[in-house]
Every structure is written in C-alpha cells, then in structure tokens.
C-alpha cells in the first residue's frame, strides 16, 4: 500500500514537468508562427515595393527614351533651320546685288526713253517746221515711237515686278531671319528670288 502511493506521488512531478515543458513548447511555436506571419507579411511588402519600383522604373527609362527621341528630333529640325537660313542669307545677299543691277537698269531704260522722246520731238519739230518730211524721215519717227513704247512698256514691267517681289519679300524677310518659316513659305521665298534672278539675268 505504501508501495502504490510512493509511486503516484513520484509520477505527478514528472506529468507536472512535462506538462510545464508542452506549455513551454506550445508558447515557443506560438511565438515561432507569429514571428513567420511577421516576415511573410514583410516579405509581401517588400516584394510589392520591388514590383513598383521596378515598374516606376521602366515608366521612367520609357519616358526617358521618348524624350531624348525628341530632343534628337529637335536638334535635328533646329540643324535645318540653321542651314536653311544661312542658304537664305547667301541667296539674299546675292539677290540685294541683283536688285542693284536691276535698278540700274531701269535707270538705263529711263535714260533710253528720255533720249528717244527728244529725238522724236526734234523730228516733229522738223515735220511742223514748213517742210513736209520724206519718206525715210517718217520711217524712222514710226520707228521710234514705236521704240519709245516698247521701252516704257518694259519699264512699266520692271517696275510692278520690282514692287511685287519687295512687297513680298519683306513680308517674309523678318520671320526668315528669326527661323520661324514653314515649307510654304519657303518654297515662295526661293521661287522669289529664283524669279528676281531671272528677271536679271
């Protein structure tokens, strides 16, 4: 009988420890899973941070692509510019020496009209003077009236030329200095001094 209640008595130390060691144990893997929720939860998060950041990433290498694409297109266009204008400027300065000789030209003319209209009135001068002219005399007065006709006619040309392609010109000279010029417009400026070259020449 003693024998019986020795034995429980030294069995219930042993079941306390061990009940004490589960407890332990389950607090541990308490402890433990929390700790696994803890870092998958951070894991989680950052894995969404690297996802954005990379996707950031790519948005920003994109929109850097696209502007240095259109920075190069810019450089480009503004190379053209450039060199259009400085076409531009050769051609003008070889039409500002053109439009001189034109106007020395229509000095000429004028000179030319002026010399054949006092040729003409000596002649009618001489038909009104009591004797009629001959008829080599009346040739050559027909002959320079109709010489003194045709170069007014010429100078009455140059000169409405001369004003359309100033008139022109200058419209399209300021915004062709400062870049600012479409195709057409362009087009029309070199059409104009193509028309001034040839009217020269």
Do not use: W
């Not at 429980?8 to 407890?23: A, F, G, I, Y």
């Not at 259109?70 to 204008?85: A, N, P």
């Not at 300021?174 to 417009?185: C, P, T, W, Y």
């Not at 059409?191 to 009217?199: L, P, S, T």
Request: hydrophobic share 30%; net charge negative; with cysteine.
């Amino acid at each position: 009988m003693k024998g019986r209640r020795g034995g429980r008595s030294k069995q219930q130390p042993d079941k306390q420890r061990l009940e004490e060691e589960v407890q332990e144990l389950g607090e541990r893997l308490s402890g433990l899973a929390e700790q696994y929720e803890e870092l998958y939860r951070e894991t989680a998060l950052r894995r969404d941070a690297e996802t954005q950041a990379r996707a950031e990433a790519d948005s920003l290498q994109a929109k850097s692509t696209t502007i240095e694409g259109e920075i190069r297109e810019l450089k480009e266009r503004y190379d053209g510019s450039l060199h259009t204008i400085g076409e531009l400027q050769k051609r003008i300065q070889m039409s500002s020496e053109q439009t001189e000789a034109k106007d020395k030209r229509i000095t000429e003319l004028l000179a030319d009209v002026e010399r054949l209209k006092q040729a003409l009135n000596g002649l009618s001068q001489l038909a009104y003077s009591g004797s009629a002219p001959n008829k080599r005399q009346a040739q050559h007065i027909d002959a320079l009236q109709a010489q003194v006709k045709s170069l007014q006619q010429q100078l009455a040309d140059a000169e409405r030329q001369h004003r359309e392609v100033v008139s022109i010109y200058r419209t399209h000279l300021l915004s062709a200095a400062q870049g600012h010029m479409d195709e057409d417009v362009q087009a029309a400026l070199l059409q104009i001094i193509r028309m001034r070259q040839e009217f020269v020449c």
